[in-house]
């Protein structure tokens, strides 16, 4: 990716309005981070390169172009073999079979997840990687759904997706990190450090992404970001930003919250993408 990069605020199903923006910081010279808005299918994705196992940007950005690429196969918004398609049946009137879907497409998503962990798995393999080392990357991702009042989402990492409702911002990913697992645990035994994984995409052979299907009610917005920037500000400085989200005001708050990432210190890349109603 490059050193910095605004992605054109884009529109899906003709409801949502989604805007994202990458910085690589202060302090970073690569931007490891990747991410992808893609109007046609809902799919969104942001995922973070681990540059301490080398080339995180090219695991990053292989990631999501293989995620991407996997939806586009198993779960294409296209049309179906009567003639029909899966827009117009969701658009015109779901039946229970339908409303049922989104759910059952989980455990699919959460295969595609698997076979992109499995190809950075083996390239890395190829390249004389052990297990645990090689290049390696978060990942943080939703499918938008046509005509339903639903989120598909997705997680390795660290990497964050949040819902930005009534002026109150609400974690709906938890951090895959010994960090958490030891303020989770109780705070027992030596503090580890913030931003040590115990799953991420590429180092090892399996992972098990955290899926979840997510009601939207109206006026709801969703914030998804690296470690970039919940790493320099607090949740409570996230949503004062954040206060009076609206699609015509999507980009300035993405690039408020980059600008205020840097001014704590910009130690890390740091993208952000919102998306609101």
Known sequence: MPKDIAMPAVRIFNRYFVHGASDPGRVREINEDAMLLNAETGLCLLADGMGGHGRGDVAS??????VERLVGRH???????????????????????????????????????????????????EHGAVDGT??????VGCRLLPGMD???????????????????????????????????????????????????????????????LVEIAP?????MCSDGLTGMLEEAEIAAILSGLAPANLAAKTQALIDAANAAGGKDNITVVLICQ
């Open 150 to 212: 639903r989120m598909q989402i997705f997680h390795v990492g660290d990497s964050r997706l949040y819902r930005w409702r009534g002026e109150a911002l609400q974690a709906l990913t938890a951090d895959h990190s010994l960090y958490r697992q030891w303020h989770d645990g109780g705070q027992i035994g030596r503090q580890p450090p913030a931003n040590q994984l115990y799953q991420a995409i590429g180092p090892n052979p399996a992972i098990e992404p955290e899926m979840q």
């Open 134 to 139: 090689g290049s390696g990357t978060t990942l």
């Open 75 to 125: 779960l294409p918004v296209a049309p179906a073999s009567n003639g029909s398609t899966w827009l117009g049946r969701w658009l015109k009137r779901p039946s229970r079979a339908d409303n049922a879907l989104p759910a059952r497409q989980l455990d699919v998503l959460a295969d595609i997840v698997r076979e992109a962990n499995r190809a950075l798995y083996l390239s890395n393999r």
């Open 61 to 66: 950005q292989r990631t999501v172009a293989e």
């Open 219 to 223: 006026g709801d917005g969703f914030l």
